[in-house]
């Protein structure tokens, strides 16, 4: 067809412009189910954000950390410190404390941290423990720990399974989530050296009679304290002060 020819075609609207608005009006529709899908979900159905991420880096970075101690291996005073990190009754003693005893305390090298996972419920092997110990095979368990606490109240209303553990993994920086997700996987193996370390924090936190509370055990030159039903700082510090 010539030009001349197309020219003289009956005007109307092309086939290209009925294309686009059909493509237009297929994007406004599924951008609107989109939303409405957003708009709709249950709270904490997505966790996009980690509470205390940058708190975290700021609370324990730069401290000396290998597997679940905290600090030099040789500092003069050793703290045990007992507590489930899933479960709200822990959250404010563990704020509390643990954070002033790292940046006056342990950062100097003059206290080294021990966790030990202690369960409420008698479980010694809480999901949530197994997600600390994975973190601390790269020593990060602390921060792992720490977030843990922090997002106790998003773990309530989502459920608290790999997941949500994952996430929290993945929001500490130099911390490997492909590595972390494979040691938690393969910890969760009832004859695994991880299930095995967690049955003996929990045997000896039976043996100390460590109540269903946090809880410290300070050791050092002068002697051992055992700081039971959630210490306060001011109890923890004069404990250290007691024993060094």
Known sequence: MTRASSENQPAGRR???IRILVVLV???????IAITGIATQEPGAEFQDVAGAGDSQRIFGGVRQ??????????PVQIQYFADVQNSTYRDQFLDTIPAVVDSYVRDGGVKLLLRNRSLS??????????????ALQNYGWQYAYLMVRNQEEAEQR???EKFLETLAEAIPNLDPLIWRDDFEE??????????SLIDQDKLAIQLEIRDAPAFLVTGPNGTEILQ????????ELAIAEVR
């Open 15 to 17: 086939p290209g412009r």
């Open 26 to 32: 297929v994007a406004f529709v599924a951008m609107a």
């Open 66 to 75: 290998l597997e679940d101690r905290l600090g030099p291996d040789n500092a």
């Open 122 to 135: 008698r479980n010694a092997q809480q999901i949530s423990f197994y997600g600390v110990e994975a973190a």
């Open 159 to 161: 459920r608290l399974d």
């Open 187 to 196: 910890g969760q193996d009832p004859d695994s050296a991880m299930t095995e």
């Open 229 to 236: 039903d959630g210490p306060d700082l001011s109890q923890l």
